[in-house]
C-alpha cells in the first residue's frame, strides 16, 4: 500500500499541469545558459582582441615619439604634474616589454595556443597587480572595492599557477572556466543552489492542496494521516532530486560537450581567514572536494523545505500562499543583508538557518569573506540545518494532530 501510494504520489506531481510547463520552462532556461549566456559571458579575465589590438596600437604610437624625442632611458622628474606618474620610470622599457607580452597574448589567441597565453598573462598579473586593484571598473558598486579587488585578484593567480603546475592540457574552457565540472563549480558558487530550492518549493507547494479536490476518494484511505504527510513528503522529495540530478546532469553534459569535462583534482581557492588580506589568509581544496561538500547538503535542503511546506500547506491549504511564503524564507536573508550583517536580533548571524541557504559560498569561505566576519563554518552550517529540520519535524507533528484528515478535507 505504502510503495503503491508513493508511486501514484510521484506520478501525479510529475504529470501535472503545473508541473510540467515549469519543467518545460527550465530546460529552456537551462539551455540557454549552457548554450548562450555562459558560454559567451565575459568577465574580468576574458580576452578581448578588439582592445587588446588597440592597447598595442597605442604602445607602438607612444614608442614613436619617445624616440623621436630621443629618450628611451629613464623619465626623470619633470615640473609637469601630467608626467607624475613617469618620474624616474623606465617608460620606453617598459612599454616596449608590454608590447611583447601583449603581442604575444594576441597571436596565442589567434592561434588557440591557450598553454602559452596563460603563461603570459600570469606573468603579467605577477608584475602588475594594479590591473585588479587599479581596475575601477571591477566592483565599482560594491561597499568594499579595494578589498573585493585584492579577493578577486589572489583567487585568480591561485587559480592560474595550479593550471600551470598541473599537467593537463590548457584549454580555453579550462582556462575560462567553461569546462562542465568549473561551470557546476560557478553555478553553485553563484546563487545555484537558491535556484534548485526554488523548483523544490515550487514542485511541493500543492501536495496537499490538491487533494481537496478529491475528499471523498482520500478521505477513506487506508493510511494513517501522519504517514500520508509522510509518504507525501517523500515523493516530493524522490522527485525534486531527480529533477536536481536531471539538471545537474543535462547542464554538465551541455557544457561537457562544447569545452570538456574538466577536472577534478583542480585546485578551489578558499578563505581561512581575514588577517593581512594576503595569500597567507587562503588554502585551497580540490574541486572534487568542493562539489562533495556542497552537493551532499542539498538532499537536507530539499527535505527541509518539503517538510516546511507540508506545514504551511496544512496551515493555509493554499498552493499559492504556500509557495509565495517559502520562498519568502528562502529569500529572506536578501532582506536585511548588508556587507556588514553580522548579527540578526542580537544573535550572530551564523545561528541562523538562511545563513545556509546558499550552501555554495559556505564550502569555500566566501560568505565569511562577504559578511567580514569568520564564525560562518562548514560543520556549524551543517548543524544549524539539522537542528532547524528538527524543529520542522516537531511542528508538523503537532500540526497534524490539530489539524487531522477530517479536519483539512472537510473545513474551507
Avoid at 85 to 100: C, E, L, S
Avoid at 198 to 224: E, N, T
Avoid at 229 to 237: D, G, Q
Avoid at 385 to 408: G, P
Amino acid at each position: 500500500m505504502n510503495r503503491n501510494y508513493l508511486k501514484h504520489e510521484f506520478l501525479i506531481t510529475a504529470t501535472s499541469r503545473r508541473t510540467i510547463p515549469f519543467v518545460y520552462f527550465i530546460t529552456v532556461l537551462l539551455f540557454s545558459y549552457c548554450l548562450i549566456f555562459w558560454p559567451y559571458a565575459n568577465t574580468k579575465e576574458s580576452f578581448n582582441k578588439k582592445e587588446t589590438e588597440d592597447y598595442l596600437d597605442y604602445l607602438e604610437d607612444q614608442q614613436k615619439l619617445w624616440r623621436s624625442i630621443g629618450n628611451t632611458g629613464f623619465v626623470f622628474e619633470w615640473t609637469s604634474i601630467n608626467y607624475h606618474k613617469q618620474r624616474g620610470y623606465p617608460v620606453y622599457a617598459t612599454n616596449d616589454h608590454n608590447h611583447d607580452l601583449f603581442s604575444g597574448m594576441l597571436k596565442s589567441f589567434e592561434n588557440r595556443d591557450f598553454g602559452r597565453m596563460l603563461n603570459l598573462r600570469t606573468l603579467y598579473l605577477q608584475n602588475n597587480p594594479d590591473e585588479y586593484l587599479e581596475d575601477r571598473n571591477l566592483f565599482q558598486m560594491a561597499p568594499f572595492p579595494i578589498k573585493d579587488r585584492e579577493h578577486a585578484y589572489h583567487q585568480t593567480m591561485m587559480k592560474y599557477e595550479d593550471y600551470l603546475n598541473k599537467d593537463h592540457p590548457i584549454t580555453f574552457g579550462l582556462m575560462y572556466e567553461k569546462t562542465g565540472l568549473q561551470t557546476l563549480q560557478n553555478f553553485l558558487q553563484n546563487y545555484g543552489v537558491y535556484f534548485l530550492l526554488f523548483c523544490v518549493i515550487y514542485f511541493s507547494s500543492d501536495i496537499l492542496s490538491r487533494d481537496r479536490k478529491h475528499k471523498a476518494i482520500l478521505q477513506g484511505m487506508p493510511l494513517s494521516w501522519y504517514r500520508q504527510l509522510n509518504l507525501k513528503s517523500v515523493s516530493a522529495f524522490l522527485y525534486s532530486m531527480v529533477f536536481i540530478i536531471g539538471v545537474i546532469v543535462v547542464g554538465v553534459l551541455a557544457m561537457t560537450i562544447q569545452f570538456g569535462f574538466g577536472y577534478f583534482d583542480l585546485n578551489v581557492p578558499i578563505m581561512i581567514r581575514q588577517l593581512t588580506f594576503t595569500p597567507e589568509d587562503y588554502s585551497v581544496i580540490s574541486l572534487a572536494t568542493y562539489l562533495g561538500k556542497t552537493l551532499v547538503v542539498i538532499p537536507l535542503l530539499v527535505i527541509l523545505f518539503v517538510r516546511l511546506n507540508i506545514v504551511l500547506s496544512l496551515l493555509f491549504k493554499n498552493e499559492w500562499i504556500v509557495l509565495f511564503i517559502s520562498s519568502l524564507l528562502l529569500f529572506s536573508e536578501r532582506l536585511y543583508y548588508t556587507r556588514s550583517t553580522k548579527e540578526l536580533f542580537g544573535k550572530d548571524i551564523s545561528l541562523f538557518p538562511q545563513t545556509y541557504f546558499d550552501f555554495g559560498k559556505i564550502v569555500d569561505g566566501e560568505k565569511n569573506f562577504l559578511l567580514n566576519t569568520e564564525t560562518i563554518t562548514y560543520a556549524q552550517g551543517i548543524l544549524v540545518l539539522l537542528v532547524t529540520y528538527f524543529i520542522i519535524e516537531v511542528v508538523l507533528f503537532i500540526v497534524s494532530l490539530i489539524i487531522n484528515k477530517r479536519r483539512f478535507y472537510i473545513v474551507s
